[in-house]
C-alpha cells in the first residue's frame, strides 16, 4: 500500500481521469451513494468500465466486472473512491474484486462512510492484492466534496436559492421574475438535488410542482420537503395529487390527530418533529432527519421568510442568487436583507454566469 504520487505512471493518470470522467456522468442522480467510475485494465487494454447506477446501485465495481469481454483475473482496476467494505442492500465491492482474482487496485480517495472508510487495502491485502491510494487526489475530492461533507457531518449539503428582479425586489404568487435561461439552470439545480425543501406557504401560494422540467430529466425530479409546523398546507395543491405525494414529505410539530390523518390518507410521509429543552431549532432536527433518510442533498426554495432563516442559522452551503435584467417597483417586498446577510457569511462570490441579461451569483 502506497499513498506517494510518484508511485503513479503517466498510464495510471490516464486510466484514472477516464474513471473520473465516468464517475462525473452521474454525479446527482445515485440518491445517497456516490457515483464511482471504474475502468478494468489488463495488459494494457481496456476491458470494462463502468459507472454506478442512476439510482445507485448497482455499483460501478460489480457492473464492470459483469460486463468484462474477457476474464478480470490478472487485471488492474482504476476506481475514482475505495471500494465499499459493507453489506448494504448490495454485497461488498471488494468481496466482489477478490472473488475475480484481480491483481491491482488503484483507488483515488478513501470513501468518508464509517462502515468502509480505510478497510478495503485490509481486505485485499490479505489475498494479496497490490492496493494503491492516493493518484489524483485533491482533483477527485473536488468531485466528491458534497458526500464528503454529508458523510462527515452527518448532515444533508444544502443548496439555496431564491430569484428577484434586477433591484432586488421579491414578488409573490409566482410571478417570474428571470428568464428562461436563468429558470433551466435553476431546475439543473433540481436534477442535481435528491429533494427540495420548502415551505407550506409557498406551496399553499404558487401551487407549485417542484419538478425538473429539462428535456429528458423529468423522471431525475427531487422529492419535496415541506416545511410544515401547524399542518397549513392546502392538501388541494398539485404536490398531494396522488401521483406524487409518494415522493412527499412533510415534516411538522402539529398534536392533532384529525389533521395528522387527513395529511396521511394523501399517500405523503409525515415526521414530527418533536422540540424539547435540549434540542429546539427545527430546522436543524429536519436537516438531521433528511439525513438519516439517506438524503445527502438538498436544495431549498421557497419565500425569503424562510429562506433568511437557513441563511441566518447558517444551514446553507452554497447559494444561488438568480438576478432579472429587469427592475421592477410593482413589489416594496426587497430581499436586500438577504443579500447583506450572504455577503457577510460566505467568503466566496461570483458571478457564475451572465445568462442572457440576468445575473446568477453564487456564494460559497
Ligand atoms: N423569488 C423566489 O425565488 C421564490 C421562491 C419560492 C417562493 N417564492 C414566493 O414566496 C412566497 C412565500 O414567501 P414567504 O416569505 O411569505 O414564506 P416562506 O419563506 O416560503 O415561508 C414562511 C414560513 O416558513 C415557516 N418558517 C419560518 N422560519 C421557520 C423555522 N425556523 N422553523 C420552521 N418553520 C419556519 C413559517 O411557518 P409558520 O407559519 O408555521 O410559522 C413561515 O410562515 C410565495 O408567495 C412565493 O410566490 C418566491
Known amino acids: 500500500m502506497s499513498s506517494k504520487k510518484d508511485k503513479f505512471s503517466a498510464i495510471d493518470r490516464f486510466y484514472m481521469t477516464l474513471a473520473k470522467n465516468l464517475a462525473k456522468r452521474n454525479i446527482g442522480i445515485t440518491n445517497e451513494n456516490p457515483s464511482v467510475g471504474c475502468v478494468i485494465v489488463k495488459n494494457n487494454k481496456i476491458i470494462s468500465y463502468s459507472t454506478t447506477n442512476q439510482s445507485g446501485r448497482p455499483h460501478a465495481e460489480t457492473l464492470a466486472i459483469k460486463r468484462a469481454k474477457e476474464s478480470v483475473k490478472g487485471s488492474t482496476v482504476y476506481l475514482t473512491l475505495e471500494p465499499c467494505s459493507h453489506f448494504g442492500k448490495t454485497p461488498p465491492c471488494t468481496k466482489a474484486l477478490i472473488r475475480s482474482k484481480v491483481k491491482k487496485v488503484i483507488y483515488s480517495i478513501n470513501d468518508p462512510d464509517d462502515r468502509t472508510t480505510n478497510k478495503a487495502k485490509f481486505k485485499f491485502k490479505q489475498h494479496k492484492i497490490k492496493t494503491y491510494s492516493g493518484l489524483m487526489s485533491s482533483d477527485i475530492n473536488r468531485i466528491y466534496s458534497k458526500y464528503i461533507y454529508c458523510k462527515t457531518n452527518k448532515m444533508p449539503y444544502v443548496t439555496g436559492k431564491i430569484a428577484c428582479t434586477k433591484n432586488y425586489r421579491f414578488f409573490y404568487n409566482n410571478i417570474k421574475l428571470t428568464n428562461s435561461h436563468s429558470q433551466s439552470v435553476s431546475?439543473?439545480?433540481?436534477?442535481?438535488?435528491?429533494?427540495?425543501?420548502?415551505?407550506?406557504?409557498?406551496?399553499?401560494?404558487?401551487n407549485p410542482r417542484l419538478t425538473c422540467r429539462l428535456n429528458g430529466l423529468k423522471k431525475f425530479s427531487p422529492i419535496v420537503i415541506i416545511i410544515d409546523r401547524n399542518l397549513k398546507s392546502n392538501l388541494k395543491m398539485n404536490i398531494f395529487n396522488k401521483n406524487h405525494s409518494n415522493k412527499l414529505i412533510i415534516f411538522h410539530k402539529s398534536k392533532n390527530k384529525q389533521k395528522i390523518n387527513k395529511f396521511k390518507h394523501t399517500g405523503c410521509r409525515l415526521y414530527e418533529i418533536v422540540e424539547n429543552f435540549n434540542y429546539n431549532d427545527f430546522l436543524i432536527s429536519v436537516l438531521k432527519k433528511i439525513y438519516l433518510l439517506k438524503i445527502n442533498t438538498v436544495l431549498v426554495e421557497c419565500g425569503k421568510l424562510l429562506t433568511a432563516e437557513f441563511i441566518n442559522k447558517g444551514l446553507i452551503n452554497e447559494f444561488y442568487l438568480f438576478k432579472g435584467s429587469k427592475k421592477s417597483e410593482l413589489s416594496r417586498e426587497s430581499i436586500l436583507n438577504i443579500t447583506k446577510k450572504l455577503d457577510k457569511s460566505y467568503k466566496k462570490k461570483v458571478v457564475d454566469t451572465f445568462v442572457s441579461n440576468d445575473r446568477i451569483i453564487k456564494y460559497y
Open 187 to 206: 431546475h439543473l439545480l433540481r436534477y442535481y438535488n435528491q429533494a427540495i425543501i420548502t415551505s407550506y406557504k409557498t406551496i399553499n401560494s404558487d
